[in-house]
């Protein structure tokens, strides 16, 4: 983990990730667990026997005894998303102080897609080439006139410009910001969970990837738990697990008698490896 | 209360702000205290007297017990100051899942100032007609072009266009966005105090202006108390206070001797009425 | 559920739960995800359907826009449990205030058990009847010797006695206390989750078992999901799904090939109905 | 810091607070200030004036970025006021796990005192000598049968008692638990103002003073600054103000013309040096 601290680590065009500070490690945990469960569960497992016990039975407050700091530089509409996430600590760069750096997202080719028809808040196949370059094109060209716009306002007529909270009202989302970003583990793990997924937009997930391989190198045990139990696990429904007994009792299931709707139905065989 | 329910309230030159629900009302604020601190607080005052004394004391958990439920339109610079307030509930219109109305925040001329040069966050004097007019004209323009672009690249090539959530990066923060936004009591006093403050920027506080309208209709007694208590009160420093009483004993004090600094002392005089 | 309204629901031998006020039903909960989701939801599935949705892919926030308050009457050692849910407002009756009441929790014979061997924080069998009698004895024995000496503490020598907050400190963990309580239902069903387990302790599980019947009047649709997704399903680790597919696939795995603990091979077979 | 790390401070007869560990430091506070309010704050002033700056204008969110992780025993009835700060971080010692010390909180004769007839929720003067005794012995005589009986509960007929989660509720209130408690500096500076305070109990006092000297030590800038705005100072209402300015203004203003009541005159008149 020392050999990352303060190194910028890019995501994106222009983004990065970089370790601040940070308190705690694996040892924490297991110290923390151990005030509240006893000397017991010393004798019982290891360190990393205890770590699975308790991410296995969601015993989380150990892991919030973990936390970090970190710099982050990510695109407004990213940012959007990731404050959703109440339980940080979080100061980022105010644009009524400062004049914001000429610095946009601009998505390389392979990452425009066509809106899914099968899902309607996600991305379906990549884009051709003719209309992927079209996109960009535009994309940029906007960010440097909203921006040659913004620069034009704050100068004003060479006495005194707009004022800087009025000004960048003309910035697209797409414009890069930055903030200090303070977090325990438990919280960090379940944004890893929600923004590293599949179905999160692909931006975002490329910060949580990167946030994911940092928690592995600062904390390899409590990764590997989570890995196991939470990120490669399943969840099955009522519905779902009384069908999965009787199919390995033998029986033949269909989805009409299954009590799942038809998109459930392909989940749940996609699941058990029948897709 | 029930005659706002569902009124859209105008803020601003498309916003809103629609009262949905709320839970509890001056007599539960009562209610609440008077489980806390027993029988006893009914017979030394009346119900307002106990919710002055409440808040002269911040004893602020009685005030949680109110919550309000708000339908909010608002441009999305507004939007991420507001959710940096996060002991909230939080809906939002996702721009991942639907297409964003063609409607953008355009200040009104009197609104368009300059940027102070006392206060790096703030706003001076307005601007003059020709740079209102032409800022004005910049906006508009720049809004309207990036909006075209944004359906020209949803819409594609006429089979699929780009992903929505993609397709949002171009548009600016003036654009209005809309939530459902869940409080209570006492968080929403404190979003009142710090949004309607006069360091506030105006848009937002056009908002908070409206949500302070909403709650002394709501809760007359408790809004009562919070402007006599906290809007319209002061807090002094240690420095200041120690000045203050050698000043009532007939002292003459100057900055020097205050253990001031300038801008404190300024404050310190505007304050007690000697500015 | 307005049937219920004020009407304290006995727990335990002297507790209660009762339905002070609420905001919010199974409408609220689809009008906040249509805002967010947009109007295409409308026409792909009916209230339910969007309901069940949301709770499969744990989209939480529309689940917070529901509140209620209740007013509960529990002994302390249950109280310092429940208060470890941090996200709800609270009004506890203040024993620096006000005199306790001469009610403590005794529980009745068949919830008297012994220390279980298999699990640290649990019970096993139940206590023989003698035993039985013995803890009962003993338990009401000291809670009214405690309350005796707290009321004669307070009385002092006839002037006055010792001070409240003081005098408190005597008496024991199974005395009653009573609280304002609210909360959204997002985090009332991860209580109930929590709480209303098998591995909860019972008396805890006794008020959550309430609240469940609560929220099933309340919001049917919504408890009809959580109970689907939630409270009738089933969480596999990696290794756990890894194995069922090897199964589902004819395929005979032992534990010392599947990677998990004895402990979780067990779990693994009672789950999937071959315990 | 690095001098009072892992040192268990005494509190009461047989508390503790000891740092485990921290994150940030003066310097740290400055930093975060500087990424959201530009560049332009450094010419201005030096680090303790912008860190004077941020406290004054209840810049609160730099302050969030600085964290500390203590290890603390404390009687249970202190417990239970602390846990009311909900924005922390906790692991406590389960007594469904382990077996409670047996360590009761005693209070010294010079901390026990009558309840105050002023104030429904505090202390009035010292116990006489004889009473005092009375309850020291009481206390202890109860505190030692309790134990002994909950430790006569878990043994049981000899081969297996009571189990742990429900021998406890025999323990009365001032019982020692202990926990690891983490929690961000914002949040710990609100801690120590209000259960610092003198109107809080004294025993959750003396853990406050003990966290007050600890930032001290760890962050001396800050400390200052906390001390000369917050500590030190005061909040005026509204009528207060105005009637300071008038007093100021040379005229003579009574309690009746004052709006304010006989409780809020006086202690104004306390706060401004007439008292």
New interface residues.
């Given amino acids: 983990m020392e050999e990352i601290l303060y190194q910028a680590i890019p995501v994106l065009d222009h983004g990065f990730v970089r370790v601040v500070?940070?308190?705690?490690n694996d040892a924490?945990i297991v110290?923390?667990?151990r005030?509240?469960?006893?000397?017991?569960?010393k004798q019982a497992r290891g360190d990393e026997?205890l770590i699975r016990y308790l991410m296995?039975?969601?015993h989380t407050?150990?892991f919030?005894?973990c936390?970090i700091?970190l710099?982050i530089k990510l695109?407004?509409?990213v940012a959007?998303q990731w404050?959703?996430h109440?339980?940080a600590?979080?100061?980022?760069?105010?644009a009524?102080?400062?004049i914001l750096d000429r610095e946009f997202?601009i998505?390389s080719p392979e990452n425009?897609?066509?809106?899914?028809?099968a899902n309607?808040?996600?991305?379906?196949e990549v884009?051709?080439q003719?209309?992927a370059e079209q996109?960009i094109d535009?994309?940029r060209t906007?960010s440097e006139?909203?921006y040659e716009?913004y620069l034009?306002?704050?100068a004003?007529?060479g006495r005194?410009?707009?004022?800087?909270?009025?000004a960048?009202?003309?910035?697209?989302?797409?414009i890069y910001t930055?903030?200090?970003w303070?977090i325990?583990l438990h919280n960090l793990l379940h944004f890893i969970a929600?923004r590293g997924d599949t179905?999160a937009?692909f931006e975002i997930r490329a910060y949580a990837l990167v946030l994911a391989d940092i928690v592995s190198t600062w904390l390899p045990m409590a990764w590997r738990a989570f890995?196991?139990?939470e990120?490669?696990?399943?969840?099955?429904?009522?519905?779902?697990?009384k069908c999965?007994?009787r199919?390995?009792?033998g029986e033949k299931v269909s989805q009409d008698e299954s009590g799942m709707?038809a998109r459930?139905w392909r989940e749940f065989n996609t699941?058990?490896?029948?897709g």
């Fill in positions: 500070d940070y308190l705690g924490a110290q923390a667990a005030v509240s469960y006893g000397a017991g569960t026997g296995r039975h969601r407050t150990p919030e005894m936390e700091k710099h695109p407004i509409f959007r404050i959703r109440r339980t600590n979080v100061n980022e760069y105010s009524r102080y400062s997202y998505p425009l897609a066509v809106q899914s028809t309607a808040q996600g991305r379906g884009l051709p003719a209309e996109v535009t994309l906007d006139a909203a716009h034009q306002m704050l004003g007529d005194s410009g707009l004022a800087r909270e009025l960048r009202m003309n910035l697209p989302a797409n930055q903030w200090y303070k325990d929600l179905h937009q890995a196991d139990y990120l490669g696990g399943a969840h099955l429904s009522a519905a779902q697990l999965l007994r199919i390995l009792n709707s459930e699941l058990i490896g029948r």
